[in-house]
């Protein structure tokens, strides 16, 4: 049985900083290509970046620069470093095994003064 878990959402102001990590069991994760998303209320679930089991990564245009996602397959763990935080960036995020069904449960993030 293969399960995601994210956590490090929380609150924080604009222009901080927040770093979500995404626990993977079910012996998949060396494997998998791994994906973070987010979601607002009333839109579709976004795509942010992906990484390869060999750490290739690709990014959407909208966290480019700010957003940075690496792995620890030593420690089945897929991590989202998001810096320059706006308002904007407020969402659900929401880890993946892209090619697959599963996703993780989200984890709420806020940025607000």
């Known amino acids: 049985q293969v399960q995601l878990v994210e956590s490090g959402g929380g609150l924080v102001q604009p222009g901080g900083s927040l770093r979500l990590s995404c626990a993977a069991s079910?012996?998949?994760?060396?494997?998998?290509?791994m994906g973070w998303y987010r979601q607002v209320p009333g839109k579709q679930r976004e795509f942010l970046a992906s990484?390869?089991?060999?750490?290739?990564?690709s990014y959407a245009d909208s966290v480019k620069g700010r957003f940075t996602i690496s792995r620890d397959n030593g420690k089945n763990t897929l991590f989202l470093q998001m810096n320059s935080l706006n308002p904007e960036d407020t969402a659900v995020y929401y880890c993946?095994?892209?090619?697959?069904?599963?996703w993780g449960q989200g984890t709420q993030v806020t940025v607000s003064s």
């Open positions: 079910g012996n998949i994760f060396s494997f998998a290509t």
């Open positions: 990484i390869t089991s060999g750490g290739s990564v």
């Open positions: 993946k095994w892209l090619g697959s069904i599963y």
